[in-house]
Every structure is written in structure tokens, then in C-alpha cells.
């Protein structure tokens, strides 16, 4: 079998051959081998240090176990080892001469869903792992579903332990054809599906012997070769620039006496020298004076660059402002209706006082509406989710929309646009806590949202808006 080749910059700006950065996640079913999997991934590919091959040894054979279990490589956390679960992310770091990754292996229980989110809310490529004896069950449309939220380019279903059901095509195919079915209906433009054994190392790294009626790449072929030039369109390297303020820097020294920078992350796009830009939510506008980057003046800057901008006017900006181009920049409003996954194990009901952070700007927020949560679970729901009153508000690891009111006008990009200024969190005023993870606009496909009507009201310790 031949490898894949591709040509063209990836995200990192870097060619596909020349050692270009992947970030992927994986996710699956409890028992479904998928800490296996990322093992025997990072095993044959030659990513594993001597001393933890050694001490993976050591710990199988106190276990009585012949040959290294190499889901230790991966399952990191004490209480992991002793149950043989998956519970926190675990990210690897490892590299082939074609690509550098960046792999985060989320867990599979229902419980930990909202780590999934964690996992893969960065992530250019999903690896959703089934069992190819049980086909493609609740956890797996839920993992279908959490990847199309979030809009991650690129879905790999894996059908693994293909060594238990006699790597029978007849067995993986409508296993490849309903999952494709239920993605596309959640949106997800395309499928990659791969039968393997990660147990025996069967499409892994290298080709099965056991499956000759498989044509297609390995799965490390497919990691390597896949194009994430789209993963940067929709995320940082392209699109409109943006600019969130994390700090001023004002030294007002002798050497400085008149110097205001204004600093943080392009995390979209790109400002040049000389850019006409607006301030939000201000709405005031100047010219990009001078950029510098590392303490030296350069004529731009790019996504995901950190550099400080210089203003031509002495505008009001700090914290929390958004700097983007005067012609192209993002509408402000109070009104925000998102689609989110709660995390918390307090549910999120009508009428909550929250903080909602977006980019480097936290401002206070009440939930006015739940208008539905998505049953992924019901009998129903097998051929897509299916939309649910949520009365009683969205529990820990529900998916749902919700209407908010917020005390101040925020530039929001639609999540389809940019993953990072179209993401927000909510935020328990009270002790802090992460509540929620939400995404601005559609949340799949086809899936419109509202916003909220009514004019402001003003802020009176009532958080009445």
C-alpha cells in the first residue's frame, strides 16, 4: 500500500512533508480500546522512550500479563490504572518525519463527556473509536455529536478489535455506512473510516495482512497525509483579523515618556501597519501606528502571533477591547444566542446570574431562555438528535440552546466563522467555577437559532438587563 501524499501549508503555515503540526483527538466508548489504540499508535510509530516501555512492562507483568499492555502509555492518572478507564484528557506529544502532533485522548464515560469538549475544542481531527462488535452505540452519537458542535474539520471512525469479528468486511461496512449517515445529519461534511485491531497493530501503523479487501491508508498514513488548510480557514491563519486586548503597556519612562502598546494574541487573521481598525465595543476608530514583536517593530502580524499594537490615536482601550479591521468587523450585541454543552454538575436553569467570559472580556450575563436541549439518547434519536423541551434547564454533559442577556455590547463572530471569538464560557459568579461551554449561532448545520428580543434595561445589582 502506498503512502498518501499531500502537498499544500497545513494550519502551522508549514508544508504537509516538511514536519507540519496536527492537532487530533480521540474519543470512544468505554472498553472499546481506545487507550490501546493511542498506545499501540505511539508504539510502532517509535514515539515512546526507552524507561516508559520499561515501566509499561513492569506494570503489565505485575498484572500477570505476557506481553506489554500499552494502554499504560496513555492511561496516566493512578485511579486510570487501577480501573483501566480513561478519566482526565491525557495529551501526547510525539512526531514522524511528515507531520508533528499534538494528540489529546479524552475519556470515554458519559459522565466525562464535557472532557471531550476540552479535548477536541481545539482540535483539527477527531479519531471516534467503536467497538466493532457492539457497531456504533449512544456514546458514539454523542462523540458524533460533540465533534460537529465543535466543528472539528476532519472525523476519523475507527472500527477496532476487527480481530474479534474475524476481520469481516460484512461486519465493518454498515457499521462505516450508518455512522457516516448519522455525521451527515449532524452536519460533518465527510468520513473517514478505517477497520483496525489495535490490540494486533492491524491498520495502525502498518497495513493488515488479515484485511485485503481494505485499499485505503492506515490510520498514521491518513494522520500524515490529511489536509488541515481548511482548519486554518476556519480557525486562526485565515479570516478576519482579530485582536483581543489582554494588557496595556504604558512604562511612562524617560526613555518611553509617551509609549502605549496594547498587547495580546492574533488569534485570527492578520493587522499590517498602516490598517485602518475599529475598537470594540467602543466603536472608535484609529490606524495601526506600529506593531512590535519580541521588543522589535515589524510591518504585521499573524495568527496566532503574540505582539503589541501602537494606535495612531490616543483612544480609551483596554482589557477586553477587540481590535479588527474598520471594514470587517464583528457585530456587537447584548443579545446571544448559542448553542452550549453544560459541564457542571449544578444544572443551568432560566433566570441564572453568570459570568460570561469571551476572549480576554468577562461581563455579567443572565440566562433568559432554554428553548431545547438535543436527546441523543432516545429511541428516536438514532437517526440524528432530536430537539427536547428543557423545562427543568440543561444538566452536567447536556447539549442545548440558550438565550442570554449580557450587561454589555460583545463582538461575537458566529462559531462557524471563528472558533475563537465565536466560543465563550459561563462562569459561576460566586465561587468561579466553569459552568458551560458555548458556541455563538448555529450549532449544526442547518440549525438556526433567534436571539432574544427586548430593549436593555439597566444593571441595578438585580442583573435585570
Keep these: 500500500m502506498s503512502t498518501t501524499t499531500v502537498t499544500g501549508p497545513s494550519a502551522d503555515g508549514h508544508p504537509v512533508g516538511a514536519a507540519s503540526l496536527l492537532r487530533f483527538a480521540t474519543a470512544g466508548s468505554v472498553d472499546d480500546g481506545k487507550s490501546t489504540l493511542v498506545g499501540r ?72 463527556t464535557r ?29 458524533a455529536a460533540v465533534a460537529a458542535l465543535l466543528r472539528v474539520p476532519h472525523v476519523v471512525l475507527a472500527v477496532n478489535k476487527m ?142 502571533q503574540s505582539v503589541t499594537v501602537r494606535l495612531a490615536d490616543d483612544l480609551d482601550v483596554s482589557r477586553g477591547d477587540l481590535i479588527a479591521p474598520a471594514d470587517d468587523a464583528p457585530a456587537t450585541t447584548q443579545d446571544v444566542t448559542a448553542t452550549v454543552c453544560h459541564l457542571s454538575e449544578r444544572p443551568l436553569a432560566v433566570g441564572a446570574r453568570v459570568l460570561l467570559k469571551h476572549t480576554t472580556r468577562t461581563v455579567k450575563a443572565i440566562v433568559k431562555d432554554i428553548p431545547h436541549r438535543l436527546d441523543i439518547a432516545g429511541a428516536d434519536a438514532a437517526d440524528g438528535p432530536v430537539r427536547r423541551p428543557a423545562p427543568d434547564g440543561l444538566a452536567v454533559n447536556d447539549i442545548g440552546q440558550v438565550v442570554l442577556r449580557v450587561s454589555e455590547p460583545l463582538p461575537l463572530d458566529a462559531y462557524a466563522d471563528s472558533r475563537r471569538t465565536g466560543s465563550f464560557l459561563l462562569i459561576d459568579p460566586a465561587d468561579g467555577t466553569t459552568l458551560t461551554a458555548g458556541m455563538a449561532g448555529r450549532a449544526f448545520d442547518g440549525a438556526d437559532g433567534e436571539g432574544a428580543d427586548g430593549a436593555a434595561e439597566q444593571d441595578a445589582d438585580g442583573w435585570d438587563f
Design 163 to 304: 480481530d474479534l469479528v474475524g476481520y469481516s468486511e460484512s461486519v465493518f461496512a454498515p457499521i462505516a455506512d450508518g455512522f457516516a449517515a448519522y455525521a451527515a445529519s449532524l452536519g460533518v461534511p465527510e468520513v473517514t473510516a478505517i477497520p483496525i485491531s489495535a490490540l494486533a497493530g492491524d491498520n495502525v501503523v502498518t497495513p493488515s495482512a488479515a484485511m485485503d479487501w481494505y485499499t485505503g491508508p492506515t490510520l498514521l498514513e491518513h494522520l500524515e497525509g490529511v489536509e488541515v488548510a481548511a482548519a486554518a480557514a476556519a480557525g486562526a491563519g485565515a479570516g478576519p483579523a482579530r485582536f483581543p486586548v489582554q494588557y496595556v503597556i504604558r512604562p511612562q519612562t524617560a526613555e518611553h515618556p509617551d509609549y502605549r502598546g496594547y498587547a495580546g494574541q492574533v488569534v485570527s487573521g492578520e493587522l499590517r501597519v498602516g490598517q485602518a481598525v475599529t475598537v470594540l465595543p467602543s466603536g472608535r476608530t484609529s490606524t495601526i501606528e506600529a506593531i512590535d514583536a519580541l521588543g522589535e517593530p515589524v510591518d504585521a502580524a499573524r495568527a496566532p
Design 41 to 112: 499508535l505511539l508504539h510502532d510509530s517509535k514515539s515512546v522512550l526507552a524507561d516508559q516501555l520499561e515501566a509499561v512492562e513492569h506494570a503489565s507483568r505485575s498484572r500477570g500479563r505476557a506481553a506489554p499492555d500499552l494502554a499504560l502509555l496513555t492511561d496516566g492518572l493512578r485511579a486510570e490504572r487501577e480501573q483501566g478507564i480513561t478519566i482526565d484528557v491525557a495529551y501526547r506529544y510525539f512526531a514522524t518525519p511528515r507531520r508533528r502532533f499534538i494528540l489529546a485522548d479524552t475519556p470515554g464515560h458519559v459522565q466525562y
Design 115 to 143: 472532557n471531550m469538549v476540552t479535548g477536541a475544542s481545539t482540535a483539527e481531527l477527531t479519531v471516534v473509536l467503536v467497538d466493532a462488535r457492539n457497531g456504533v452505540v449512544e456514546q458514539t452519537r454523542r462523540h
